[in-house]
Structure formats: C-alpha cells, structure tokens
C-alpha cells in the first residue's frame, strides 16, 4: 500500500490549501479514529500544536472529526512534539497527534500521529489511514459522540519530565545560556526548565505571534542566536526549531554545531560509560563521513538510514540501539524519548558542560567535518526532474568524478517540493564541480 498523501513527517503543505485544508483535517480526523478503534478499541486522543496562526483552524477540524468518531480528545495546546510523544504514553492516550511544519515558515502547517507507546506511526500504518480518507466512514451513534477539553497541565508534566533527564547530582548554576526557541512551541517549556536547573538564561524567539515562527531565528537561522551568545557573554547557546524536535548549540564564540557533531559527543560519552547499546549510532544517509571516521577510531559502528528520523527510530528498536539522529539536529535518545527531542538533547550537552568544566568550544568539535556541499532545487507540481535524461547524465558524470574520493547523494524533499542535491568530497574544487553540474541539470529539467 503505497502513500501519497504523507511524507516523511506527516502530512505537510501550505496552510488553507490541499492537503493543509479544515476539510483534510476534518477527513484525517475520522480515518484516525477508525483505524485507531479497528486496531485497539481507541477512545482517547492528545493534540498538540505549535504558534503558527493556522493551528487553530486544524486543531479544531480534527477535534471535529476525532469527535465524530466516538474518540475524548484532550487538548494541550503549544507544546513540543516530543512532549506530544511523551503524553500520549504517559497519559494512556491511545492516538497523539501534532500540529506542526517544524522548520517550515508559518504559512505551512503539518499533522503528524503517534501511537499508543509514543513513536511515530509507520509507513504502512500511514498508508492504512490514508486509503481510509476516500471510504465511507460509519460515525458514532449520537450517544457515543466523543468529548473534548482543555488540558492545562500538559506542558508542565513534560517540564517536569525533561528535568528527570538531567543527572542527578548536577546543576546549571553558574552557566549563562542562550535559548532560542523560535517563537515556537517550547516558547515557555525551555527557558523555564533551564532556568529551573540553575541556568542564567538569555531568552530569544520566545515572543510567538502566529507568524513570525522560525523567522529569522531557531535552528535553521542561528544567526540570531549567535549575536546574543557574543552581545551577553553567554557561555553556550542552545537553538531549537518551531516544535523543538531538533537542536543546534553554539560555543561562547556563536560557533555552531550540528547534530552530527552532538551525537559524536555522546556517542563517545555513552560508550567510555557503558551505556551505548549495540556499539553504534543510528544516523542518515546525509550525516557526515567524519563522524563514521570519528566513530570507527573508537571501535564503533554507524549505522545509516533513509533521510527522516522516523526511521531513525525504526532502525534504533529493530537492532536495540539507544542514540541516534540526523545532522539536521534530530536527536533521539530512546533511554528517554521515543522522538527526537531539542531541549532534552541540549540538557545532555549541558550536563557535559556541568561534569566536565570544560568550555562549549572544547566540546562542539568531536571530528574534523569532510567538506559536505548541500543545495536545494526547487520544481513545480507534476515535475520529475529525476526522470530527465539531462538529469541523469549529470548524475552518472558526478558520480565518475567523485568515485573514490567522495559520494554523491540525491533525493527528493519528503516535506517541500526540492530536489537536495549532496555531496562530499575532500578536493573542494571536485565537490562544486559535481554538486554544480547536477543543479545546473535540474534547472535545466525544471525550467
């Protein structure tokens, strides 16, 4: 069963507009509901959102629909996907969804589910409900009609969690960090718990209006973030994405490391303390060939996966593995989360900071990065770039030219309509000759 309507992280688009319309969310509302009651008899729902303006309007057209199908639905408002995660296991919700883009601008919006055990549904579960949304679909009965309320809590009770990941023993006394939380959803969750652990804290993006999330701030902009470590003399700077599922830390300098760079760090701390199951790191095809030279130094494995930390996660339970992620800045910690989780991946690089005294610098670069060149063609609806004989001829060539000394690797965006066009390569004149003939080829296919 194939899967048109999700991608990698959901359903994702612009706000108002096919598939990010109330009436799609209305009809993924009942599909849920009936393939959630067929599979466990479910009755019970936890939502959660982000501060983009749209999430109103799909909040209250899933509500409509989760209803419609007999299912309670409790609604915590704002609060990190990984928080969603969290609640759905804690409180024994049999369906978790979240209203999010993640990275995306505020003009788009996205609905992502999670099971009863709190990971992300599967592709073929995915698949399940999206050829539920052309079926007629029995409502409940009018006695059955499920109910919906707020719950105020929510974000408190994944506070708290988050602190119970933070090793007893430590504290942040003494630190001054920078947050930056994209005027997105862990607006108040992140300075609060760093604050709460004895950090000084120099709040950024921490002002959502509906519009201005991840504008010019957060992972994906650590610009901002940066000035505010230099301008404060802040020791170290933490930057979270719209729903705070990937993570960014900045050295007292305003240097930025990746999440390649955070899992190397505790890949290598894991595994002096005995704690790394498996003996390797889970990580995606786009991570960089320095951390898998970096971890074979140490007698350790990576292990690569499809682009999406949803199978991230799937590879860490099929082999048993504990920490994995993507350089994007997903970082995933089964020991504690079923999700990639920001706040809590940038309490473990504080609680190295903490345990060590070392300064964020001597800790944000565990290997030297192979030069890595990544650039995004955008193509309209209906396109197949890929397809295009110039396309691939292109391809072929690029691959002759790196054979042996680099790799070339090029996939559609499972979120936005791009072509990523990657490669890595220790000649920097080799690297843009190959990552520029196969652009090129592509704006020629897309023009």
Known sequence: MTRKLFGTDGVRGTANTAPMTAEVALRLGLAAGKFFSRHTGARR???GKDTRLSGYMLENALTAGLTSMGMNVLLLGPVPTPAVGFLTRSMRADLGVMISASHNPHHDNGIKFFGPDGFKLSDAAEAEIEALLGAEIALAAPAEIGRAKRIEDGRGRYQEYAKTTFPQGLRLDGLKVVIDCANGAAYRAAPEVLWELGAEVIPVGT?????NINLGCGSTHPEAAAEAVVAHGADVGITLDGDADRVMILDQNGRVADGDQIMALLAARW??????KGGALVATVMSNLGLERFLQGRGLRLER?????????ERMREGGF??????????VMTDYTTTGDGLVAGLQFLAEMARSGRAASELVQSFETVPQMLKNVRYAAGQEPLADPRVQKAVAGAEAQ??????LLIRKSGTEPLIRVMAEAEDPAILEAAVGSVVAAIQDATA
């Open 402 to 407: 790196l054979a042996g000394s680099g790799r």
């Open 271 to 276: 595994a002096d303390e005995g704690k790394l």
């Open 207 to 211: 002002a959502p209006n509906g519009k």
């Open 45 to 47: 729902v936890v939502i």
């Open 305 to 313: 996966t499809p682009v999406g930390d949803r199978y991230v996660v």
């Open 322 to 331: 504990n920490l994995g992620g993507e350089q994007s800045g997903h970082i």
